[in-house]
């Protein structure tokens, strides 16, 4: 068990990083011309507000969402520096039971796929408070976290995941490796989407790689978003939102081959992508890659008129959901909120929501209770808020989880109360 360790973030914050003149595509650097679409002024949506601070200023960053002309990928600039971001990150995995099921079948799945044992070397990129690498350390399987919150990573460590605090790219990469260290099998779950500079992040990986190693990489799938209104996914954290043929490309600039590809149902329709060393002729490329390809390049993926489309149905989403809190206030109803995540603080700053159509929210995460949304300063509370105060409707904020959630609230139809997801629609559920 190496790197017990916890690294210091050395360096150095800068306090803003984005220019709207120059704006260009983090790939592949060409002008960035063509709006996806732009919510607006938003907070960081992570940065909840303690009691001491509701009273003082809060910063605001666009959400100006871009699409490259050249390689399409979807993009926001690093408005934000990702130290800011980062250094105290609230989301902890773990508390959620329909991840934790995902990360165990991942790691299940996993070994009796490629065969690995005690002798493999898993290695997680931005590994959270260990959620997953957990089920590699129950199986005896060497394993390494690499975590840049500093917080969070502390908490993987107390549950004996190996963690290494630091941010992952070209020059972790080239540490490891000259420790003589290389990864039977990487993985990077919604990281990839975090990182402002995907080339470093994925030359990294090339870098780590073993010969015949295998790099797992899942994130949202841009199509799923598209289809499904999802823009409350679109975060200042997320720097980029890829679609597979986009991901392709930035992998195969690396040396990377993309050789199979899952659509999974988590986070409203993500891809897990399976890459190898390009001249690694072991693993064949899989039917499904040509699949999704082709079904890609269908559905217009390849045209950029097809991403200036996306605005103008936000702002129906956001009208129906208005349109839908308007009336049941004018009724008099009582409404609540279900959940913090990131995705809930987009939609409701983005739409206006603040204690006027939603009385307070409630989080299982003991971190969130007490504090207030950032931008609409909704008080969290613990679940037992509901109970006590029976409202007429409850929003689900996190509608990725809404079929775990719907089962924790089965109660409220005890007081003829009723559940509501946001998204793709706004939508009270039977
Ligand atoms: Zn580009």
Redesign the pocket.
């Known amino acids: 068990m190496n790197h017990q360790s916890i690294g210091e973030v050395t360096e150095t914050p800068t306090a803003w990083a984005g220019d709207a003149r120059t704006a260009s595509?983090r790939?592949?650097?060409?002008a960035l011309r063509h709006t996806f679409v732009d919510l607006g002024m938003s907070p960081l949506c992570e940065s909840y507000v303690s009691l001491e601070k509701l009273n003082s200023m809060e910063a605001f960053y666009p959400l100006h969402v871009q699409v490259?002309e050249?390689?399409?990928?979807v993009q926001l600039q690093e408005y934000v520096s990702r130290e800011e971001i980062f250094t105290d990150y609230a989301y902890l995995s773990s508390y959620s039971d329909s991840w934790l099921q995902h990360a165990s079948n991942y790691a299940d799945q996993m070994v009796s796929r490629f065969g690995f044992d005690k002798r493999s070397f898993v290695v997680e990129l931005a590994s959270n408070d260990g959620y997953l690498l957990q089920y590699f350390v129950r199986k005896g399987i060497p394993c390494l976290g690499i975590e840049p919150a500093i917080n969070v990573a502390r908490v993987a460590l107390e549950k004996g995941v190996p963690t290494l605090a630091k941010f992952f790219g070209e020059q972790t990469a080239r540490e490891l490796a000259t420790e003589g260290k290389v990864a039977d099998l990487m993985l990077a779950n919604n990281a990839l989407a975090q990182v402002p500079d995907v080339n470093d992040f994925v030359k990294g990986m090339k870098i780590l790689l073993a010969p015949r190693g295998v790099v797992t990489v899942e994130f949202p799938h841009l199509m799923r978003l598209m289809e499904e209104n999802q823009f409350d996914t679109i975060y200042h954290e997320h720097f980029s939102y890829f679609s597979f043929l986009t991901s392709e490309k930035i992998f195969e600039a690396q040396g990377l081959t993309l050789f199979d590809v899952e659509e999974l149902p988590t986070h409203g329709g993500s891809l897990r992508i399976y890459a190898r060393h390009a001249e690694d002729d072991s693993k064949p490329v899989s039917p499904r890659v040509t699949e999704l390809r082709q079904r890609e390049i269908a559905a217009g993926f390849t045209e950029i008129a097809t991403y200036s489309d996306f605005a103008e149905q936000v702002k129906k989403t956001k009208r129906k959901l208005l349109e839908f809190l308007i009336s049941v206030k004018r009724e008099g109803k009582k409404v609540a909120g279900y959940g913090a995540p990131g995705k809930g603080n987009t939609l409701l700053n983005y739409c206006g929501i603040r204690c006027d159509f939603l009385e307070y929210t409630v989080d299982r995460s003991p971190y969130k209770q007490g504090k207030f949304l950032p931008g609409t300063h909704i008080p969290i509370f613990h679940p037992d808020k509901i109970r006590e105060t029976k409202p007429d409707y409850v929003l689900i904020l996190p509608w990725n989880l809404k079929e775990e959630i719907r089962q924790q609230l089965s109660y409220v139809r005890e007081w003829g109360g009723r559940l509501v997801v946001p998204i793709p629609t706004v939508e009270v559920l039977a």
Do not use: D, P
């Open positions: 595509c790939f592949c650097g060409t490259c050249n390689c399409y990928l």
